[in-house]
């Protein structure tokens, strides 16, 4: 998951998921009431701000290390935090469902998710490439519907 901070003059930190250390991922769990990583994600996926404002605190404790959880806030996080899914995320789901799929042997179930995946993608053309990976790029988006 990517979480997009937009700071007061604009500029937008990103902070990957991916990239925090496991004492941080431990003391986001912590810092949300003992909450499971998996749980924390899942919170992520639907905008949570409690679960946004844990990532952009334990990044910045790193340069502020006595930063209190409980004090730290995000006036206006409606408009300024946003999560969205990163291309290891969009592979994991589509291959689960590509699972489902082949035994099915039927696309609609990849159907159904893509628009849902495309949403939710921090790089929406990762969506296409990652349905190419799996041999389904005939699912993609045409090069002139990139935009819709």
Sequence with gaps: MIVSYTQDDGTVERVSTDDLSALEAAAIEEAMDDTPWQRVENLLRAGDPTAMRAVVWVVRRREQPDLEFAKFDIPGWRRRLTARIERADIDEVLNNIMAE???????????????????????????????????????????????A
């Excluded at 799929?101 to 893509?114: G, N, P, Q, R």
């Design 101 to 147: 799929a082949l035994a099915k042997s039927e696309d609609s179930a990849i159907d159904a998710v893509v628009p849902h995946l495309r949403k939710l993608a921090h790089n929406k053309d990762d969506v296409d490439k990652a349905l190419d990976a799996l041999g389904k790029g005939h699912l993609a988006r045409h090069p002139q519907d990139s935009e």
